[in-house]
């Protein structure tokens, strides 16, 4: 089991940059596949990006490729996303999620078993 915590969110202008991390207890997070997913108010959980949990392959949604990267440090047990040219429409809540062995870079959130409480970003423009 692994308990997933997200730090790094704010307020930032629009053009801006951020970086989120999503660190986790355990000793194991390099055997989780794990994916961000953001939640703007009154609207529904959407994917962001998802990073496999061997080989390092990468999927990004549309809206964010090109602008956000996920990367992983598994000595540090941390997944991050680097947000940049931020915009007012990525406000969100951003969650980290994980699933162990995961082979898919799946961009539904029921794959993902284990979630964080989340962190706030907000872009003003």
């Known amino acids: 089991q692994v308990q997933l915590v997200e730090s790094g969110g704010g307020l930032v202008q629009a053009g801006g940059s951020l970086r989120l991390s999503c660190g986790a207890s355990?000793?194991?997070?390099?055997?989780?596949?794990t994916a961000w997913f953001r939640q703007a108010p009154g609207k529904e959980r959407e994917f962001v990006a998802a990073?496999?949990?061997?080989?390092?392959?990468?999927h990004h949604a549309d809206s964010v490729k090109g602008r956000f990267g996920i990367s992983r440090d598994n000595a540090k047990n941390t997944v991050y996303l680097q947000m940049n040219s931020l915009k007012p429409e990525d406000t969100a809540v951003y969650y980290c999620?994980?699933?162990?062995?995961?082979?898919?870079?799946?961009?539904?959130?029921?794959?993902?078993?284990?979630w964080g409480k989340g962190t706030l970003v907000t872009v003003s423009s």
């Open positions: 999620a994980a699933r162990q062995y995961g082979d898919n870079l799946s961009n539904l959130s029921n794959y993902y078993n284990y």
């Open positions: 355990g000793r194991t997070f390099s055997k989780y596949t």
């Open positions: 990073i496999r949990w061997t080989g390092g392959n990468t």
